[in-house]
């Protein structure tokens, strides 16, 4: 009864924190959607708050990316499953924690154990799958965004796993004697909301654009249908569209015009016609123009590239895509994958890239170079490699995208709520390019300027500010999850080697072995809250 009441509580938070991205993305709701887990595991065994953590992050991945169907079953089911796997192992060393220990330090630790374990799983390049991050979820709750500009998003998510750490402990916690415990892991939630809030409020409210320099963009979304994006006897009817769009940039003039993710409809080698015809389009408009280009370089690998071209078709600078999409670009595990999945012995591999680039656009006019950097599709959802960017010298950052491959999921507003982070932790404006959308510019702070809709045909034109202010998140990195990393491995050593193993599990999630008892008795405060040994001695002193 008790697994499956645990296994209830699982999968209702599961649903509740799907429920804090889009679609209908609720970011409040993330303060109390860990609850029900968290209160299954008080007084679970390790085996059986591993089975409630799959439980949740099975619901919570197969909601939140349901749309990795499109590759297929089977990589539908992987990467769904190992997501939920970490979860599990979150649930599982929770369990763990919540048993030797007391209300304070289950209030600091389980968070501890949630963000290394989100770290882990967000920075693998192309084998990374940061959805479903928390501190994703709120985007729109712009003051609590600020905390990314010092600990990165990981640092949102601690914030979220420790209120509602401190709501699971206060709710578990009602019985117990001792009640200093309680009144602490309150004040501290209470301080810990101040704090952020009042941080953010500050920072937003005070924020003033330091940009040195301001250029006008011109945003390209044609909306082009992934069915027929790749289909060669479409390719003249797809360059039309794109030139139309082009085209009024002549009189409307920007100082650059930027195209999304393979703009070319076909992989083209450097003499093709399509590609010259992409750079008559600088001539025309006499703009500079950022394009991505699918091409199949001198050495006849195929590469994710964007080019920065000024008008007569000089090529002034070119990034290829350092992390190909696993599935789409590339095809992972390749020899297990082809017995598992035969459509997979079809698709070739898209060469990675070595290194960042930071492209150089002058304006007429001026003799300053203003630089940036370009992150292409799933490489923004990277927040390793959008800060090496701009420690490399860029001051703003464009991702070019094309999302068309998820038809109107909620693929594509997960995706710009990525950019927002890299905006906010690292200082810089943001736009973003995408050939169905969303399209937009986002400021330092998390503001939204500019935005499109979802395969709505438009060109968007906004003022991108260029800086080399840095945030302390893009100068020390990731810091703070390394030192959280560190402190799991001590305290886990710590009571692995201090307290031994347990003989029973209390409902209140307390172990009553005889050896743990005594380490209670000589425990500091906060390790333990000891209510069934305090009332033993409490009761032996009144007897006296």
């Known amino acids: 009864m008790r697994v499956v009441k645990g296994s209830v509580l699982a999968v209702v938070s599961g649903a509740l924190l799907a429920l804090c991205f889009p679609y209908p993305d609720l970011g409040l709701l993330a303060y109390f959607a860990l609850v029900p887990l968290l209160i299954a595991l008080f007084g679970s065994s390790p085996r059986d708050a591993a089975l409630y953590g799959f439980l949740t992050g099975w619901v919570l991945f197969a909601a939140l990316s349901y749309w990795v169907a499109i590759y297929g079953a089977f990589p539908f089911i992987l990467i769904v499953s190992l997501a939920a796997s970490l979860i599990a192992v979150f649930a599982a060393l929770s369990s763990y924690v919540i048993k030797r220990t007391g209300p304070l330090l289950q209030l600091f630790f389980l968070p501890v154990v949630w963000v290394v374990i989100e770290f882990l799983r967000s920075e693998l390049g192309s084998y990374s799958y940061p959805y479903g991050v928390l501190g994703y979820s709120q985007t729109g709750i712009r003051p609590v965004l600020q905390i990314a500009g010092i600990l990165g998003v990981y640092g949102i998510s601690y914030l979220i796993v420790f209120v509602n750490t401190g709501i699971a402990v206060l709710i578990k916690g009602r019985d117990l004697t001792e009640r200093k415990s309680l009144y602490a892991v309150q004040i501290c939630v209470v301080l810990m909301l101040l704090a952020s809030a009042g941080f953010g409020f500050v920072r937003t409210a005070s924020f003033k654009d330091k940009s040195k320099n301001e250029v006008s ?235 499109t809709k979802v395969f709505e045909v438009t060109t968007l034109k906004s003022t991108i500010g260029f800086n080399d202010t840095r945030t302390f998140f893009n100068k020390a990195g990731y810091l703070f999850p390394y030192i959280l990393s560190a402190l799991l491995f001590l305290f886990l050593l710590f009571l692995i080697f201090s307290v031994g193993s347990a003989d029973t599990v209390s409902e209140d999630g307390n172990e009553h072995t005889e050896g743990n008892r005594q380490w209670r008795k000589n425990a500091p405060d906060g390790i333990s809250s000891g209510s069934s040994d305090k009332r033993q001695r409490r009761t032996r002193s009144n007897r006296r």
């Open 217 to 451: 963009v011109g945003i390209v979304q044609p909306s082009v249908p992934q069915k027929l994006k790749w289909d060669e006897d479409m390719a003249p009817s797809i360059m039309n569209k794109y030139e139309g769009l082009v085209r009024p940039f002549r009189v409307d003039s920007v100082d650059m015009i930027v195209l999304p993710e393979a703009t070319l409809p076909l992989y083209v080698e450097p003499d093709d016609p399509l590609l010259y015809r992409l750079k008559s389009w600088a001539s025309m408009t006499k703009t500079p123009l950022l394009a991505g280009v699918p091409l199949i370089d001198e050495d006849l690998k195929s590469r994710n590239t964007v080019q920065l071209i000024y008008p007569g078709g000089r090529e002034n600078g070119r990034y290829d895509k350092m992390y190909p999409a696993p599935f789409g670009e590339f095809v992972p595990f390749r020899p297990i994958s082809e017995r598992l999945w035969t459509d997979f012995t079809a698709r070739g591999d898209v060469t990675p890239g070595k290194n960042p680039t930071v492209f150089r656009l002058r304006r007429s006019g001026s003799n300053k170079d203003l630089r940036f950097g370009v992150l292409i599709c799933s490489e923004s959802l990277y927040s390793h490699l959008a800060r090496r960017v701009v420690r490399d010298g860029a001051e703003a950052i464009f991702v070019m995208t094309n999302d068309a491959w998820f038809y109107t999921t909620n693929e594509s507003d997960l995706h710009f709520d990525m950019s927002v982070l890299r905006a906010v932790e690292n200082g810089v404006y943001v736009a973003q390019a995408a050939n169905s959308g969303v399209s937009g510019v986002v400021d330092p702070t998390g503001r939204v300027v500019e935005q």
